[in-house]
């Protein structure tokens, strides 16, 4: 529904809105206009189009953040094969698999650059949604309150991550190896050198 309105919302914005930089800690603001901050993420946050360095992958990266993120989630290791993948990507550089075709085309659209762009900044995604959560962040709008402390998030997902690594008292298990920390950041720390997770290695 969002895409397909997506020019008036922009519209909108443009009238009445001041635009933020998408950065966590930056608080960098600019009255809305087309590609209003794309001079301020690059001076910034060095943003930059990076090329993947894989012959077969097309994905052109907007920062070095990005570029990371997606060698080490198409590129990269980690990842189990399961029975429920019955569609694999055909490119040789990646081997992960989806248990159905969309999901599948959505993960090629990475690979062959079919992106959406935001209006204001470098940001790119294949997915509608992705791009309309990006959007709520430069609009600053945060309609999902903390009923346990006073910060407000920009989706329903966000409050839940807030409130599970935050306010729980469950532990955190490694899927992997059944280690079992008491904090997520453990558990993000865990798992960057979990070794029955790295045995899945996709790394080429």
């Known amino acids: 529904m969002f895409y397909e309105n997506r020019d008036s919302f922009h519209f909108e914005s443009m009238e009445k809105n001041d635009v933020h930089c998408s950065e966590r800690t930056c608080k960098f603001t600019v009255k809305a206009s087309p590609k209003c901050l794309v001079e301020h993420m690059i001076t910034a946050h060095n943003y930059t189009d990076i090329p993947c360095d894989k012959i077969d992958c097309s994905y052109v990266a907007f920062s070095k953040t990005n570029s990371k993120h997606h060698q080490g989630r198409f590129h990269g290791h980690g990842v189990k094969p399961t029975e429920k993948g019955t569609h694999p990507c055909p490119y040789s550089s990646c081997k992960v698999s989806f248990p159905d075709k969309f999901h599948l085309q959505l993960h090629l659209n990475v690979h062959q650059n079919r992106v959406l762009s935001c209006s204001y900044c470098q940001y790119r995604n294949v997915c509608p949604t992705a791009l309309h959560r990006h959007l709520l962040v430069h609009f600053n709008l945060k ?14 997902m966000r409050l839940n991550q807030h409130k599970k690594h935050l306010h729980t008292t469950d532990d955190f298990i490694c899927v992997d190896c059944g280690f079992v920390v008491q904090k ?4 993000k720390t865990h798992r960057s050198t979990c070794k029955e997770r790295l045995k899945f290695s996709r790394i080429l």
């Open 184 to 187: 997520f950041r453990q558990l």
């Open 143 to 156: 309609n999902f309150a903390c009923d346990e402390c006073p910060s407000k998030f920009t989706t329903s």
